[in-house]
């Protein structure tokens, strides 16, 4: 079930890597290039406003392969369009909210109906498919772009992304909903006792607080030269770090879950991984050490996600008619960090290079755990140890 999710990490390397390799390759200058890009992603910090329309009218199956249907559709958009930056800007953007609203729609569905010791698996799994399909298109799709003649290439490309819809078919479909009139009222009322309830407002500041955040992983692919690095050898590094990295990271997780309370391993995690970055400063710095940098960035930022995404989907419970909307909120919160931490990372590169982004992106999350542990440790132990934060939901 969790495999599912390769479908919106293969559109995710779609935008993230082949668009900007084919516009570099297009002439576009790196700034704009980098806007571009920023615009679309910038998608992920709104885009759970539109998650309630997730848990009215259609199912969510339908929702869900509507979504891949209309990322692969923006995709073949953007590729075809390096001539127009407009048009390619606009359909990387409609791709994005597909992307960031693809898995609150499958989370929604899938949550509910598998018993509650699972859920910590899916949430590992959802990591695994998203990494893994990440890293399997941005190697793929620049080689069928350029290897096939022009609309055949960017088509291929595009319905390979949509082959893992077919696991939905095998996926039990949950209760049937009321009609888009009939849910509006109880999806108000959802959303205001969502705002008011407190578990699930101290697990949206666990998520907002730079505790676990690892945003290391989005500068790292510029900070090759400090290790002596070829472009080349950052390339490759890349996409194992990503691969296998993130995919031993996401499963990671689930079975520390067997044993601690999720929370706690958020934590630890969090901890662990900031001691790891701050270890990198007293390696030399040789290509060796940035592949240990960054497959080591990558195992904690994906064991981390996956921990997230399990602590998001325990708070849904099992009568939760609006579980996809509560999942976005929750996970959009995850955003915010990410964003500001990397530009926190390269400020703080200005003035003391690598070693001032290492000490900073460590140093607040050392802090931030610190902070977080002492507090819900002595207020609020009962989140800390819970099973489903939910008010409303199983305990």
Same mark, same amino acid.
């Given at each position: 079930?969790?495999?599912?999710?390769?479908?919106?990490?293969?559109?995710?390397?779609?935008?993230?890597?082949?668009?900007?390799?084919? #516009?570099?390759?297009?002439?576009?200058? =790196?700034?704009?290039?980098?806007?571009?890009?920023?615009?679309?992603?910038?998608?992920?910090?709104?885009?759970?406003?539109?998650?309630?329309?997730?848990?009215?009218?259609?199912?969510?199956?339908?929702?869900?392969?509507?979504?891949?249907?209309?990322?692969?559709?923006?995709?073949?958009?953007?590729?075809?369009?390096?001539?127009? #930056?407009?048009?390619?800007?606009?359909?990387?953007?409609?791709?994005?909210?597909?992307?960031?609203?693809?898995?609150?729609?499958? *989370?929604?569905?899938?949550?509910?109906? #598998?018993?509650?010791?699972? =859920?910590?698996?899916?949430?590992?799994?959802?990591?695994?498919?998203?990494?893994?399909?990440?890293?399997?298109?941005?190697?793929?799709?620049?080689?069928?772009?350029?290897?096939?003649?022009?609309?055949?290439?960017?088509?291929?490309?595009?319905?390979?992304?949509?082959?893992?819809?077919?696991?939905?078919?095998?996926?039990?479909?949950?209760?049937?909903?009321?009609?888009?009139?009939?849910?509006?009222?109880?999806?108000?009322?959802?959303?205001?006792?969502?705002?008011?309830?407190?578990?699930?407002?101290?697990?949206?500041?666990?998520?907002?607080?730079?505790?676990?955040?690892?945003?290391?992983?989005?500068?790292?692919?510029?900070?090759?030269?400090?290790?002596?690095?070829?472009?080349?050898?950052?390339?490759?590094?890349?996409?194992?770090?990503?691969?296998?990295?993130?995919?031993?990271?996401?499963?990671?997780?689930? #079975?520390?879950?067997?044993?601690?309370?999720?929370?706690?391993?958020?934590?630890?995690?969090?901890?662990?991984?900031?001691?790891?970055?701050?270890?990198?400063?007293?390696?030399?710095?040789?290509?060796?050490?940035?592949?240990?940098?960054?497959?080591?960035?990558?195992?904690?930022?994906?064991? *981390?996600?996956?921990?997230?995404?399990?602590?998001?989907?325990?708070?849904?419970?099992?009568?939760?008619?609006?579980?996809?909307?509560?999942?976005?909120?929750?996970? *959009? *919160?995850?955003?915010?960090?990410?964003?500001?931490?990397?530009?926190?990372?390269?400020?703080?590169?200005?003035?003391?290079?690598?070693?001032?982004?290492?000490?900073?992106?460590?140093?607040?999350?050392?802090?931030?755990?610190?902070?977080?542990?002492?507090?819900?440790?002595?207020?609020?132990?009962?989140?800390?140890?819970? =099973?489903?934060?939910?008010?409303?939901?199983?305990?």
């Amino acid at each position: 079930m969790g495999l599912a999710t390769l479908c919106n990490g293969a559109y995710g390397g779609i935008a993230a890597v082949t668009v900007p390799q084919l #516009l570099a390759g297009h002439g576009v200058p =790196e700034p704009q290039i980098a806007t571009i890009t920023g615009i679309a992603f910038s998608t992920g910090i709104f885009s759970f406003l539109l998650a309630p329309i997730l848990d009215v009218g259609l199912s969510r199956r339908t929702y869900a392969i509507a979504l891949g249907v209309i990322q692969a559709i923006a995709g073949a958009v953007a590729m075809a369009s390096l001539s127009n #930056l407009a048009v390619l800007t606009a359909a990387l953007f409609i791709l994005m909210l597909g992307y960031y609203l693809f898995t609150p729609a499958i *989370a929604g569905w899938f949550g509910p109906i #598998l018993p509650r010791e699972d =859920e910590p698996k899916l949430g590992g799994w959802l990591a695994v498919g998203a990494i893994t399909g990440f890293g399997l298109m941005s190697a793929a799709a620049i080689v069928l772009v350029r290897a096939l003649p022009g609309p055949v290439g960017i088509g291929v490309t595009c319905l390979i992304g949509l082959l893992p819809l077919l696991i939905l078919g095998f996926v039990p479909q949950s209760a049937p909903r009321s009609g888009l009139r009939q849910s509006f009222g109880p999806l108000v009322g959802h959303l205001r006792h969502m705002v008011r309830d407190r578990h699930l407002l101290r697990l949206l500041v666990v998520f907002a607080a730079p505790a676990a955040t690892f945003a290391l992983t989005n500068t790292l692919g510029g900070l090759g030269r400090d290790y002596h690095a070829s472009e080349a050898f950052v390339g490759l590094i890349g996409g194992v770090a990503t691969s296998v990295g993130g995919v031993f990271g996401a499963l990671v997780a689930p #079975l520390l879950a067997r044993r601690l309370p999720l929370l706690a391993i958020y934590l630890g995690i969090g901890a662990l991984g900031a001691l790891f970055t701050l270890s990198l400063l007293v390696v030399g710095r040789t290509p060796a050490t940035y592949a240990l940098a960054c497959i080591g960035e990558n195992v904690f930022q994906s064991a *981390a996600f996956a921990a997230a995404y399990a602590l998001a989907l325990l708070s849904l419970g099992k009568d939760n008619p609006f579980a996809s909307t509560q999942y976005a909120f929750l996970i *959009a *919160a995850l955003v915010v960090p990410t964003t500001y931490m990397q530009f926190l990372d390269g400020w703080a590169y200005g003035p003391a290079g690598l070693a001032g982004s290492f000490w900073m992106d460590a140093g607040v999350s050392i802090v931030a755990c610190a902070i977080l542990a002492v507090v819900f440790g002595l207020f609020w132990r009962d989140t800390l140890r819970f =099973e489903s934060v939910s008010e409303h939901g199983e305990r």
